[in-house]
């Protein structure tokens, strides 16, 4: 219910305005004072909407007690209406103007303009509480922000800042920010940047989360994430712009800590795996000279024993334990290729692909396809081991999951880069960047990206179910 307070040292003027106004606005409380400083006292404490104010009282007249409800902030913005008879010239119009009255009515009261009168004035009070609110609204929304809230005008002049922007900026007192342009506090080599961001906020209205390098107010300078947004007046022209900066130095240097562990790691990566390729050819190597060359011995020992005058039983016995031997041979063999094939260090990767794709030929009955030439690939002995096992985890891939019975690898050199392509006509896949490490031949695909990253090279997938996949190594021509 709004409140209506009316004060004039004339009782019969209250009841009269009571009558009028419960007549008129029935929704309404009508509260009266016989002195200034009664009214004064009632204002304080009930908070009227409108206050009906008498100018000529014993004590404190109309003009004093307007007066002193200006001043307090709690009374400030209730609307005061003169009424007196007394209001017939321009100066005493001028003065109750002048000390924050809002209206004038002249006694004898028409109840029809009074009503009028008091119903705009608790329309502008109704207005001016929901305007109050809203500003106390993002007021706490703007000071409670962990980010630190600024505005500029179109000329880049600072016009608010909040208590964060304030902290971010090392500032004591908000006023040595206000009237400053804002590009001071922005390190020089980013002024044209940031110029362009607000050029673009100027056409687009918003935009989101741009990084620059800002300015304390001791010189320091910090990491700032920025958002703007375009203020507009009322008839929709552009007149400044909101700005939100979060101060993201510790999340800077976190990424950038993060990014050196990461090389490190794929450094070590790197490392670990020609470690491995090392300890594989030692112990291919060790196969070969020692447990192949017993195994071939104690086969060439045995055999002889066939043809010697021995028990037909016996060189039954003989004849299966030399099948024995070469079977364990021949698989020994294989696992001396498997581990470290000498093809790829005596001849290259182009010849030990080759010999790759024919052992899948002869175990998979999958038909095989090769073009390149080993003079295109001027590389160093660490990158062919690497491309070789790439190479070999895609061949997997292809075995393992497409259900293709055509594999094609070819190998191309561009103006920049080496290409290897390995294609099959197999059942393909959805491929995205991001294909999860649960997903079809996920980690061995994870595994390759890693791999090449050690000496800046990228895997392309193309794929689509159904219809097959090719996936291409491109690596740097000088690495």
């Not at 016009?159 to 964060?164: F, G, M, P, R």
């Amino acid at each position: 219910m709004r409140k209506i307070l009316a004060i004039d040292d004339q009782l019969n003027n209250l009841k009269l305005i009571e009558t009028v106004l419960y007549k008129y606005i029935p929704d309404c409380q009508v509260l009266t004072a016989l002195s200034g400083e009664e009214g004064i006292k009632i204002a304080e404490e009930e908070l009227p909407d409108t206050i009906l104010l008498d100018i000529v009282m014993p004590g404190i007249d109309g003009f004093q007690v307007c007066k002193t409800l200006k001043k307090n902030k709690a009374t400030l913005h209730i609307p005061v209406i003169f009424i007196s008879a007394i209001i017939n010239d321009s100066e005493s119009i001028i003065k109750g103007l002048d000390i924050g009255a809002d209206a004038f009515l002249t006694k004898p009261i028409n109840p029809a303009e009074l009503s009028a009168q008091v119903k705009v004035m608790l329309r502008i009070k109704q207005a001016e509480d929901d305007l109050i609110k809203e500003s106390e609204k993002y007021r706490i929304i703007t000071e409670t922000s962990p980010g630190a809230i600024t505005t500029i005008n179109l000329k880049g002049e600072i016009t608010y800042v909040s208590n964060k922007a304030k902290e971010i900026f090392g500032f004591s007192d908000y006023s040595k920010m206000i009237g400053r342009s804002a590009y001071e506090f922005v390190v020089p080599e980013h002024h044209v940047s940031i110029k362009k961001v607000m050029a673009i906020v100027l056409k687009q209205s918003i935009i989101k989360d741009y990084e620059f390098r800002f300015i304390r107010f001791d010189g320091e300078e910090f990491f700032g994430q920025i958002s703007a947004s375009l203020l507009k007046s009322i008839k929709d022209e552009a007149e400044g712009f909101i700005l939100i900066i979060n101060d993201i130095t510790k999340r800077k240097i976190n990424e950038r800590k993060l990014q050196e562990y990461q090389v490190k790691l794929k450094k070590l990566n790197s490392e670990l795996i020609l470690a491995e390729e090392k300890e594989r050819r030692r112990i291919a190597e060790y196969l070969h000279d020692g447990i192949g060359q017993t195994l071939s011995i104690a086969y060439l020992n045995l055999s002889s024993l066939v043809n010697k005058n021995i028990s037909p039983d016996v060189q039954k016995i003989i004849r299966k334990s030399s099948e024995f031997l070469n079977d364990s041979i021949i698989k020994s063999r294989t696992l001396i290729y498997d581990l470290s094939p000498p093809i790829l260090y005596e001849l290259g990767l182009i010849p030990a692909i080759k010999w790759k794709l024919d052992q899948i030929e002869n175990q998979y009955d999958i038909k095989t396809e090769f073009s390149g030439e080993e003079k295109l690939l001027d590389i160093t002995a660490d990158i062919r081991i690497l491309l070789f096992r790439i190479v070999n985890e895609l061949l997997s891939n292809v075995i393992k999951h497409a259900d293709s019975d055509t594999i094609k690898i070819e190998v191309t050199k561009g103006l920049k880069k080496y290409y290897i392509s390995v294609t099959d006509n197999g059942n393909g896949f959805e491929y995205s960047y991001e294909t999860k490490l649960t997903s079809t031949g996920g980690f061995g695909l994870f595994s390759v990206n890693e791999r090449l990253d050690t000496f800046k090279g990228k895997l392309i997938i193309e794929s689509e179910s159904g219809k097959g996949t090719k996936a291409t190594v491109s690596i740097p021509l000088k690495i």
